[in-house]
């Protein structure tokens, strides 16, 4: 039986590599599973069988974004990677991932926050310009990946050498490693951002990009309001 967990920073590719291995193995993949909601993939599935709380009794890859380990502390929030080493002996296998480009991950985030977190995007210069918001938040989120990789003893897998056009390092770091996935996971059609049909782009700007912003205090204002504050 082989369970894998994927443990993230926000934006580093980890939906796609958790579907490649799920793909691969032919077996079920739970997301979120420190902190489901209704109507994210496997939400269901994790609550009837409360597989964030118990050993899974069956094949399983499961990822974590440690934006779920976050912990108040008075007035502020903290992140903890308590629960993880807490079920670590779960898996077969642990894998860390994190990006390398802050500015690009946050790029990538503050779309997300706009737009959705699972449809394409097109890069709006408004929403790229207050992005660096993000980029102190993931220097904390990379901080604390690099503490459970310390403490696990394994490596960190970074996006931009995960999903590189040259195959070696998945080959070497997954399947040579005994963690089978799906290639077709990994290209250039998978990917957000900047990835609609040309003949669509008009109408996603109407839809989502002209109708409004959300400001460096993450409040939604209208466009004619960002505008004058231009």
Request: aromatic share 12%; no cysteine; proline share 6%.
């Amino acid at each position: 039986m082989k369970t894998i967990l994927i443990v993230h920073t926000p934006r580093s590719g980890a939906r796609s590599l958790l579907f490649a291995i799920s793909d691969a193995l032919k077996i079920p993949w739970w997301d979120n599973p420190f902190a489901p909601r209704p109507g994210q993939p496997g939400y269901e599935q994790i609550k009837e069988r409360k597989v964030w709380l118990e050993r899974p009794d069956q094949p399983v890859v499961m990822k974590t974004n440690i934006i779920e380990h976050l912990k108040p502390h008075g007035k502020v929030h903290y992140f903890t990677i308590d629960n993880i080493m807490n079920i670590k002996d779960w898996f077969d296998h642990i894998l860390i991932l994190d990006r390398r480009e802050k500015g690009e991950q946050a790029i990538s985030l503050e779309h997300g926050d706009h737009f959705g977190w699972k449809l394409p995007y097109m890069t709006d210069p408004h929403l790229q310009k207050i992005s660096q918001r993000w980029v102190r938040y993931l220097k904390d989120a990379s901080s604390t990946i690099e503490l459970l990789a310390g403490k696990l003893g394994v490596s960190i897998h970074y996006y931009e050498d995960l999903y590189s056009e040259d195959k070696t390092y998945r080959k070497q770091n997954l399947g040579q490693k005994g963690i089978p996935y799906n290639e077709e996971w990994f290209g250039k059609d998978r990917r957000y951002r900047d990835n609609i049909p040309i003949e669509e782009v008009e109408e996603f700007k109407q839809k989502n990009v002209i109708q409004g912003h959300y400001d460096e205090h993450g409040q939604f204002i209208t466009k004619e309001e960002w505008d004058k504050q231009k």
